[in-house]
């Protein structure tokens, strides 16, 4: 399958500092990439959908000044955590979207990054 | 609300028997199914993808469809203690391209 890499892998930062993650499509060009979160024993969350070259998508709840996300290029998207909480320790991953020419779409997850904010 | 649901489990198999998953979901106008196995700690992994009704089958997997009961099944023969995992089912949405909704996931645990 296709392959997905996030970094960093894991990350602690303090209560107030903002925190980049990054999500790259290694083998194939991503026009659309998802961000989600998931908390201990819970399912994942979308949290928001990435397109390139324009403004991202989020879902109700999410802040997006809060949760900013740049997807500045087909095979890179960012999303920056910023002012981060205590609350906002979490998993996130990120997956993108493989369409390959006379196939079917399939979505691919990056190995995720896990956030500690102390 | 579109829901996508499945038991939480634990499903406790035996070493080379046979787990069946399920999973409903309530949007009818889905059109894309997928299964993802979950390590403990780590992110989702695709095992297979379903669109047509029937039986998809890779490998020790098997996925059925039932666009009319709106039920996806995933079956795991010769079931090994590293098929121990969180088995994710995620749908996807009718109105929003490449949007998945996912069920919260059955935990199998294979014994020896």
Known sequence: GAVVSQHPSRVICKSGTSVKIECRSLDFQATTMFWYRQFPKQSLMLMATSNEGSKATYEQGVEKDKFLINHASLTLSTLTVTSAHPEDSSFYICSARDRPSGGRETQYFGPGTRLLVL | ?112
């Open chain 2, 1 to 112: 609300q579109k829901e996508v649901e499945q038991n939480s489990g634990p499903l406790s198999v035996p070493e080379g028997a046979i787990a069946s998953l399920n999973c409903t979901y309530s949007d009818r106008g889905s059109q894309s199914f997928f299964w993802y196995r979950q390590y403990s700690g780590k992110s989702p992994e695709l095992i297979m993808f379903i669109y047509s009704n029937g039986d998809k089958e890779d490998g020790r997997f098997t996925a059925q469809l039932n666009k009319a009961s709106q039920y996806v099944s995933l079956l795991i023969r010769d079931s090994q203690p590293s098929d121990s995992a969180t088995y994710l089912c995620a749908v996807g949405s009718a109105d929003s391209w490449g949007k998945l909704q996912f069920g919260a996931g059955t935990q199998v645990v294979v014994t020896p």
